[in-house]
T-cell receptor
Framework: GDSVTQMEGPVTLSEEAFLTINCTYT??????LFWYVQYPGEGLQLLLK???ADDKGSNKGFEATYRKETTSFHLEKGSVQVSDSAVYFC???????????WGLGTSLAVNP | DAGITQSPRHKVTETGTPVTLRCHQT?????MYWYRQDPGHGLRLIHY???????DKGEVSDGYSVSRSKTEDFLLTLESATSSQTSVYFC????????????FGPGTRLLVL
């Protein structure tokens, strides 16, 4: 069945460091791919998404490119800030049932 | 921000008691979802709804029931709460179009003693 695998955390970085959080998926067809972010004590919110191969989603300095050849959707940011400390979830939507398949989340802590 | 509220936001209850959580939306979205979030398990879908009175099970539906009598409200009921249902519960909504965003509520923290 469909699945999402993302790198385990926690990830700890210093401010202004480069961030990569790996996400790979297994799905039939052409899924839509998402990154959500959850700040402490809050619900999840969409960070970015891509709905077809080679699309790049971007928001708040974060980017991810839908790579069908490697079934990946890695999240990157060139220079993280303390305010980026959160849990990041990769997810996919495959088929027509409008359900998301979720990765387990990666916790990021950015130190000043 | 999408108009989604959850009530209550926090609840402590005892094993064996019934509990109902409410999700209310003002966006007129067709799809509504209930998730639970637990350490080490990420988000797991409990039930979802694709219209008034139209619901279906998710991956962890045992011990839970849902109802949707109006577009704006989606209720999650724990018929007889157990300690394993201690969790944070999130409601989400979406328009139901392919590739569309799910918008999340602020969550309900439930402790079953």
């Amino acid at each position: 069945g469909d699945s999402v695998t993302q790198m385990e955390g926690p990830v700890t970085l210093s401010e202004e460091a480069f961030l990569t959080i790996n996400c790979t998926y297994t799905a039939t067809g052409y899924p839509s791919l998402f990154w959500y972010v959850q700040y402490p004590g809050e619900g999840l919110q969409l960070l970015l998404k891509a709905t077809k191969a080679d699309d790049k989603g971007s928001n708040k300095g974060f980017e991810a490119t839908y790579r069908k050849e490697t079934t990946s959707f890695h999240l990157e940011k060139g220079s993280v800030q303390v305010s980026d400390s959160a849990v990041y979830f990769c997810a996919l939507e495959a088929g027509n049932n409008r359900k998301l398949i979720w990765g387990l989340g990666t916790s990021l802590a950015v130190n000043p | 921000d999408a108009g989604i509220t959850q009530s209550p936001r926090h609840k402590v209850t005892e094993t064996g008691t019934p509990v109902t959580l409410r999700c209310h939306q003002t966006e007129n979205h067709r799809y509504m979802y209930w998730y639970r979030q637990d350490p080490g398990h990420g988000l797991r879908l409990i039930h979802y709804s694709y219209g008034v009175k139209d619901t279906d099970k998710g991956e962890v539906s045992d011990g839970y029931s849902v109802s949707r009598s109006k577009t704006e409200d989606f209720l999650l009921t724990l018929e007889s709460a157990t300690s394993s249902q201690t969790s944070v519960y999130f409601c989400a909504i979406s328009s139901g179009q392919g590739g569309e965003t799910q918008y999340f509520g602020p969550g309900t923290r439930l402790l079953v003693l």
